[in-house]
Protein backbone atom coordinates (compact mmCIF):
# COMPACT_ATOMS: atom_id res chain seq x y z
CA UNK A 1 0.00 0.00 0.00
CA UNK A 2 1.59 3.17 -1.17
CA UNK A 3 -0.71 5.91 1.38
CA UNK A 4 0.00 8.94 0.15
CA UNK A 5 -3.66 10.25 1.85
CA UNK A 6 -1.81 12.48 4.94
CA UNK A 7 1.46 12.98 6.46
CA UNK A 8 -0.69 11.97 9.53
CA UNK A 9 -0.77 8.17 8.54
CA UNK A 10 2.73 6.81 10.24
CA UNK A 11 3.42 5.00 13.00
CA UNK A 12 5.54 4.88 15.68
CA UNK A 13 9.18 4.33 14.50
CA UNK A 14 10.48 1.50 16.85
CA UNK A 15 13.47 4.38 18.25
CA UNK A 16 10.50 6.70 19.32
CA UNK A 17 8.10 3.75 20.56
CA UNK A 18 10.99 3.35 23.16
CA UNK A 19 11.56 6.39 23.88
CA UNK A 20 7.97 6.59 24.96
CA UNK A 21 8.35 3.64 27.34
CA UNK A 22 10.71 5.46 29.04
CA UNK A 23 9.31 8.36 29.86
CA UNK A 24 8.82 9.79 33.04
CA UNK A 25 5.24 10.88 33.84
CA UNK A 26 3.16 12.16 36.25
CA UNK A 27 -0.26 13.76 36.68
CA UNK A 28 -0.56 16.94 34.08
CA UNK A 29 -3.59 18.52 35.57
CA UNK A 30 -1.40 18.95 38.22
CA UNK A 31 1.07 19.58 36.44
CA UNK A 32 3.45 16.95 37.52
CA UNK A 33 4.34 15.17 34.41
CA UNK A 34 8.42 15.97 33.76
CA UNK A 35 7.66 14.62 30.26
CA UNK A 36 4.89 17.42 29.02
CA UNK A 37 6.66 20.34 31.53
CA UNK A 38 9.90 19.65 29.73
CA UNK A 39 8.38 19.47 26.00
CA UNK A 40 6.57 22.54 26.53
CA UNK A 41 9.35 24.69 28.16
CA UNK A 42 11.79 23.15 24.68
CA UNK A 43 9.17 23.74 22.54
CA UNK A 44 8.48 27.72 23.58
CA UNK A 45 11.96 28.28 23.95
CA UNK A 46 12.65 27.08 20.44
CA UNK A 47 9.76 29.82 19.29
CA UNK A 48 11.04 32.37 21.45
CA UNK A 49 7.85 32.11 23.60
CA UNK A 50 7.14 32.22 27.15
CA UNK A 51 5.40 28.88 27.77
CA UNK A 52 3.38 25.92 26.27
CA UNK A 53 0.61 24.20 26.64
CA UNK A 54 0.07 20.40 25.25
CA UNK A 55 -2.69 19.09 23.69
CA UNK A 56 -4.36 15.81 21.96
CA UNK A 57 -4.90 17.46 18.64
CA UNK A 58 -4.10 20.96 16.47
CA UNK A 59 -7.71 21.55 16.25
CA UNK A 60 -7.68 21.89 19.94
CA UNK A 61 -4.40 24.00 19.81
CA UNK A 62 -5.88 26.24 17.42
CA UNK A 63 -9.14 26.51 18.77
CA UNK A 64 -8.12 27.14 22.64
CA UNK A 65 -6.10 30.60 21.06
CA UNK A 66 -9.04 31.19 19.42
CA UNK A 67 -10.99 31.06 22.06
CA UNK A 68 -8.84 32.80 24.56
CA UNK A 69 -7.57 35.62 21.90
CA UNK A 70 -11.61 36.73 21.18
CA UNK A 71 -14.45 37.88 22.61
CA UNK A 72 -18.18 36.81 21.75
CA UNK A 73 -18.97 38.54 19.00
CA UNK A 74 -15.33 39.51 17.78
CA UNK A 75 -14.65 38.84 14.07
CA UNK A 76 -11.66 36.45 13.09
CA UNK A 77 -9.60 37.39 9.82
CA UNK A 78 -8.18 34.37 8.01
CA UNK A 79 -7.93 32.82 4.57
CA UNK A 80 -11.46 31.51 2.85
CA UNK A 81 -8.78 27.78 2.98
CA UNK A 82 -7.68 28.18 5.92
CA UNK A 83 -8.01 24.62 8.60
CA UNK A 84 -9.52 26.43 11.36
CA UNK A 85 -12.25 27.49 9.81
CA UNK A 86 -12.67 24.88 6.89
CA UNK A 87 -11.79 21.60 8.46
CA UNK A 88 -12.26 22.01 12.62
CA UNK A 89 -15.80 21.57 12.66
CA UNK A 90 -17.41 24.78 12.79
CA UNK A 91 -15.09 25.34 15.98
CA UNK A 92 -14.89 29.05 15.59
CA UNK A 93 -18.60 29.66 15.92
CA UNK A 94 -18.88 26.76 18.55
CA UNK A 95 -16.40 27.22 20.91
CA UNK A 96 -16.25 31.06 20.60
CA UNK A 97 -18.89 32.54 19.22
CA UNK A 98 -17.18 34.62 16.84
CA UNK A 99 -17.27 35.77 13.16
CA UNK A 100 -15.08 34.88 10.24
CA UNK A 101 -13.72 37.53 7.72
CA UNK A 102 -12.79 34.70 4.87
CA UNK A 103 -9.30 36.44 2.35
CA UNK A 104 -8.28 34.99 -0.62
CA UNK A 105 -4.76 35.75 -0.28
CA UNK A 106 -2.16 33.99 -2.70
CA UNK A 107 -2.55 30.39 -2.44
CA UNK A 108 -3.92 31.03 1.39
CA UNK A 109 -1.53 33.36 2.14
CA UNK A 110 -2.32 36.50 3.54
CA UNK A 111 -1.16 40.57 2.58
CA UNK A 112 -0.72 43.05 5.23
CA UNK A 113 -2.17 45.59 2.78
CA UNK A 114 -4.99 42.60 2.43
CA UNK A 115 -5.28 42.30 6.19
CA UNK A 116 -5.69 46.22 6.42
CA UNK A 117 -9.08 46.23 4.13
CA UNK A 118 -10.65 43.84 6.29
CA UNK A 119 -10.06 44.96 9.75
CA UNK A 120 -13.37 46.43 10.94
CA UNK A 121 -13.78 50.40 11.75
CA UNK A 122 -15.12 50.73 15.35
CA UNK A 123 -18.64 51.10 15.02
CA UNK A 124 -21.21 49.28 17.39
CA UNK A 125 -22.89 48.18 14.57
CA UNK A 126 -19.69 45.90 13.04
CA UNK A 127 -18.24 42.98 14.89
CA UNK A 128 -14.84 43.72 16.39
CA UNK A 129 -11.97 42.48 14.41
CA UNK A 130 -9.78 41.21 17.74
CA UNK A 131 -7.50 38.40 15.96
CA UNK A 132 -5.54 37.59 12.91
CA UNK A 133 -5.03 33.50 12.29
CA UNK A 134 -1.95 33.04 9.58
CA UNK A 135 -1.77 29.18 8.34
CA UNK A 136 2.22 27.83 7.57
CA UNK A 137 2.42 25.99 5.14
CA UNK A 138 -1.10 26.34 3.95
CA UNK A 139 -2.33 23.24 3.46
CA UNK A 140 -4.44 24.10 0.63
CA UNK A 141 -2.14 26.40 -0.79
CA UNK A 142 -0.43 23.36 -1.89
CA UNK A 143 2.32 23.41 1.34
CA UNK A 144 3.36 26.86 0.61
CA UNK A 145 5.06 28.88 3.02
CA UNK A 146 5.30 33.23 3.83
CA UNK A 147 8.27 34.95 3.23
CA UNK A 148 9.07 36.03 6.90
CA UNK A 149 8.87 39.84 6.09
CA UNK A 150 5.22 39.41 4.58
CA UNK A 151 4.26 38.35 8.15
CA UNK A 152 6.33 40.98 10.29
CA UNK A 153 4.37 43.65 8.14
CA UNK A 154 1.46 41.71 9.40
CA UNK A 155 2.58 41.82 12.92
CA UNK A 156 3.15 45.31 12.43
CA UNK A 157 -0.49 45.91 11.38
CA UNK A 158 -1.69 43.81 14.37
CA UNK A 159 -0.25 45.68 16.87
CA UNK A 160 -1.26 49.31 15.30
CA UNK A 161 -4.89 48.15 15.42
CA UNK A 162 -4.54 46.09 18.99
CA UNK A 163 -5.47 42.88 17.35
CA UNK A 164 -3.49 39.33 18.16
CA UNK A 165 -1.59 37.51 15.44
CA UNK A 166 -2.54 33.60 15.59
CA UNK A 167 -0.20 31.16 13.64
CA UNK A 168 -1.64 27.24 12.47
CA UNK A 169 1.73 26.11 12.22
CA UNK A 170 0.51 22.28 12.10
CA UNK A 171 3.43 22.12 9.12
CA UNK A 172 5.77 25.19 10.07
CA UNK A 173 8.63 22.30 10.43
CA UNK A 174 8.51 21.87 7.05
CA UNK A 175 8.02 25.36 5.97
CA UNK A 176 10.99 26.11 8.25
CA UNK A 177 13.38 23.67 7.18
CA UNK A 178 13.16 25.01 3.33
CA UNK A 179 12.89 28.75 4.36
CA UNK A 180 15.75 28.18 6.65
CA UNK A 181 14.28 31.03 8.79
CA UNK A 182 15.73 31.27 12.50
CA UNK A 183 13.08 29.40 14.60
CA UNK A 184 13.16 32.20 17.42
CA UNK A 185 12.95 35.08 15.23
CA UNK A 186 10.04 33.29 13.36
CA UNK A 187 8.15 32.35 16.31
CA UNK A 188 8.32 35.51 18.07
CA UNK A 189 6.33 37.21 15.18
CA UNK A 190 3.14 35.70 16.58
CA UNK A 191 1.40 35.91 19.60
CA UNK A 192 0.66 32.43 19.73
CA UNK A 193 1.40 29.19 17.46
CA UNK A 194 0.03 25.78 17.14
CA UNK A 195 2.37 23.12 16.57
CA UNK A 196 1.55 19.71 15.34
CA UNK A 197 3.43 16.44 16.16
CA UNK A 198 1.21 13.56 14.52
CA UNK A 199 2.07 15.47 10.90
CA UNK A 200 5.32 15.60 9.14
CA UNK A 201 7.26 14.75 12.72
CA UNK A 202 5.51 11.28 12.98
CA UNK A 203 4.11 11.27 16.24
CA UNK A 204 0.73 9.37 16.96
CA UNK A 205 -0.95 12.25 18.69
CA UNK A 206 0.23 15.85 20.55
CA UNK A 207 0.10 19.43 19.55
CA UNK A 208 1.92 22.17 21.48
CA UNK A 209 0.36 25.69 21.48
CA UNK A 210 2.76 28.88 22.63
CA UNK A 211 2.40 31.92 24.07
CA UNK A 212 3.45 34.04 26.73
CA UNK A 213 2.32 33.28 30.55
CA UNK A 214 -1.08 34.78 30.87
CA UNK A 215 -1.69 33.70 27.44
CA UNK A 216 -1.10 29.77 28.40
CA UNK A 217 -2.66 30.53 31.89
CA UNK A 218 -5.60 31.37 29.78
CA UNK A 219 -5.41 28.26 27.97
CA UNK A 220 -5.33 25.93 30.41
CA UNK A 221 -8.64 26.82 31.98
CA UNK A 222 -10.28 26.67 28.08
CA UNK A 223 -8.19 23.15 27.67
CA UNK A 224 -10.59 22.20 30.57
CA UNK A 225 -13.12 23.05 29.72
CA UNK A 226 -12.61 21.44 25.96
CA UNK A 227 -12.20 18.49 27.74
CA UNK A 228 -8.58 18.25 26.98
CA UNK A 229 -6.71 17.83 30.21
CA UNK A 230 -5.32 14.83 30.23
CA UNK A 231 -3.28 13.33 33.00
CA UNK A 232 -0.20 10.55 32.33
CA UNK A 233 0.14 12.05 28.95
CA UNK A 234 3.89 12.03 29.01
CA UNK A 235 4.05 9.11 27.50
CA UNK A 236 3.13 11.05 24.16
CA UNK A 237 4.99 14.18 25.36
CA UNK A 238 8.28 11.68 24.65
CA UNK A 239 7.26 10.71 21.43
CA UNK A 240 7.24 14.49 20.34
CA UNK A 241 10.62 15.55 21.88
CA UNK A 242 11.78 12.36 20.19
CA UNK A 243 10.76 13.63 17.00
CA UNK A 244 12.20 17.31 17.27
CA UNK A 245 15.63 15.03 17.92
CA UNK A 246 15.24 12.80 15.00
CA UNK A 247 12.59 13.70 12.40
CA UNK A 248 12.98 17.82 12.03
CA UNK A 249 15.94 17.96 9.26
CA UNK A 250 14.66 14.52 7.74
CA UNK A 251 11.96 16.57 6.50
CA UNK A 252 13.82 17.62 3.99
CA UNK A 253 13.41 14.35 2.38
CA UNK A 254 9.76 14.42 2.28
CA UNK A 255 10.38 17.88 0.15
CA UNK A 256 12.70 15.74 -2.29
CA UNK A 257 10.23 12.83 -2.87
CA UNK A 258 7.03 15.18 -3.57
CA UNK A 259 9.13 17.58 -5.83
CA UNK A 260 9.42 14.33 -7.78
CA UNK A 261 5.94 13.51 -7.34
CA UNK A 262 4.95 16.56 -8.59
CA UNK A 263 7.36 16.19 -11.83
CA UNK A 264 6.03 12.51 -12.33
CA UNK A 265 2.44 14.04 -12.69
CA UNK A 266 2.86 17.13 -14.03
CA UNK A 267 4.18 14.59 -17.14
CA UNK A 268 1.48 12.69 -16.82
CA UNK A 269 -1.62 12.69 -19.62
CA UNK A 270 -4.55 12.71 -16.98
CA UNK A 271 -3.29 15.90 -15.49
CA UNK A 272 -3.88 19.46 -16.40
CA UNK A 273 -1.56 20.82 -14.10
CA UNK A 274 0.05 20.89 -10.71
CA UNK A 275 0.60 23.70 -7.79
CA UNK A 276 3.95 24.30 -7.63
CA UNK A 277 5.60 21.35 -4.78
CA UNK A 278 6.84 23.75 -1.89
CA UNK A 279 7.12 21.33 0.82
CA UNK A 280 5.53 17.61 1.17
CA UNK A 281 2.20 18.52 -0.54
CA UNK A 282 1.56 17.89 -4.09
CA UNK A 283 -1.91 19.01 -5.53
CA UNK A 284 -2.53 18.47 -9.11
CA UNK A 285 -5.90 19.15 -11.76
CA UNK A 286 -7.27 16.81 -13.76
CA UNK A 287 -7.94 17.25 -17.19
CA UNK A 288 -11.01 18.21 -18.40
CA UNK A 289 -13.63 15.45 -17.89
CA UNK A 290 -11.67 13.71 -15.21
CA UNK A 291 -13.45 13.00 -11.67
CA UNK A 292 -11.50 13.26 -8.63
CA UNK A 293 -13.33 11.00 -7.02
CA UNK A 294 -13.15 8.62 -9.24
CA UNK A 295 -9.63 8.48 -10.05
CA UNK A 296 -8.68 8.43 -6.43
CA UNK A 297 -10.67 4.52 -6.72
CA UNK A 298 -8.37 4.31 -10.06
CA UNK A 299 -5.62 4.85 -8.23
CA UNK A 300 -6.70 2.54 -4.91
CA UNK A 301 -7.15 -0.18 -7.73
CA UNK A 302 -3.07 -0.04 -7.98
CA UNK A 303 -2.78 0.16 -4.08
CA UNK A 304 -2.10 4.28 -4.07
CA UNK A 305 -3.96 5.81 -1.76
CA UNK A 306 -4.83 9.34 -2.28
CA UNK A 307 -7.65 12.42 -1.51
CA UNK A 308 -10.08 14.10 -3.49
CA UNK A 309 -9.22 17.95 -3.00
CA UNK A 310 -12.02 19.40 -4.92
CA UNK A 311 -14.20 18.12 -7.94
CA UNK A 312 -11.03 17.49 -10.27
CA UNK A 313 -8.13 18.06 -8.24
CA UNK A 314 -6.07 15.36 -5.81
CA UNK A 315 -3.38 15.95 -2.94
CA UNK A 316 -0.65 13.61 -2.16
CA UNK A 317 1.26 14.28 0.82
CA UNK A 318 5.17 12.84 1.68
CA UNK A 319 6.09 11.37 4.82
CA UNK A 320 8.14 9.45 7.25
CA UNK A 321 6.83 6.07 5.80
CA UNK A 322 6.73 6.86 2.19
CA UNK A 323 10.00 5.66 0.94
CA UNK A 324 12.22 5.47 -2.25
CA UNK A 325 11.10 2.32 -2.90
CA UNK A 326 7.44 3.38 -2.65
CA UNK A 327 8.04 5.91 -5.07
CA UNK A 328 9.52 4.08 -7.63
CA UNK A 329 6.54 2.24 -7.34
CA UNK A 330 4.47 4.96 -7.67
CA UNK A 331 6.02 6.20 -10.90
CA UNK A 332 5.72 2.60 -12.44
CA UNK A 333 2.06 2.64 -11.12
CA UNK A 334 1.10 5.91 -12.57
CA UNK A 335 2.44 5.19 -16.06
CA UNK A 336 0.13 2.34 -16.52
CA UNK A 337 -2.82 4.19 -15.22
CA UNK A 338 -3.66 6.52 -18.16
CA UNK A 339 -5.13 3.64 -20.94
CA UNK A 340 -7.24 2.36 -17.13
CA UNK A 341 -8.48 5.83 -17.05
CA UNK A 342 -9.79 6.29 -20.42
CA UNK A 343 -11.13 3.14 -20.67
CA UNK A 344 -13.27 3.08 -16.99
CA UNK A 345 -14.33 6.33 -17.00
C1 LIG B 1 -3.85 18.71 10.47
C2 LIG B 1 -3.97 20.16 10.58
C3 LIG B 1 -4.36 20.76 11.77
C4 LIG B 1 -4.70 20.00 13.02
O1 LIG B 1 -5.45 18.90 12.81
P1 LIG B 1 -5.63 17.74 13.89
O2 LIG B 1 -6.09 16.61 13.05
O3 LIG B 1 -6.64 18.20 14.84
O4 LIG B 1 -4.30 17.49 14.51
C5 LIG B 1 -4.41 22.13 11.80
N1 LIG B 1 -4.08 22.87 10.74
C6 LIG B 1 -3.69 22.34 9.58
C7 LIG B 1 -3.32 23.21 8.45
C8 LIG B 1 -3.63 20.96 9.45
O5 LIG B 1 -3.23 20.42 8.29
Redesign the pocket.
Known sequence: MIDLRSD?VTKPTPGMKEAMFSATVGDDVFGEDPAINALQHRVAGMFGQEAGIFCP????T?QVAIRVHTQPGDEVICADVA??YL??GGGIARNSMASVRLLKGDRGRLSAQEVKSAIQPDDSHLPRTSLVCL?DTV?KGGGCYYNIDDIRSIRQLCDENRLRLHL?G??LFNGLVESGYDFKEYGSLFHSI?I?F??GLGCPVG?VLVGDVDFIKESHRVRKGFGGGMRQAGYLAQACDFSLDNHVNRLKEDHKRAKKLGEIMSQHPDVKSVTPVDTNIVIFELREGLDSGMYVKLMEDADIYAVPFGPAKIRLVTHLDFTDEHLQAFETAMLNMKSNAIRRI
Open positions: TSGTMNHVYEENDARSCSKS
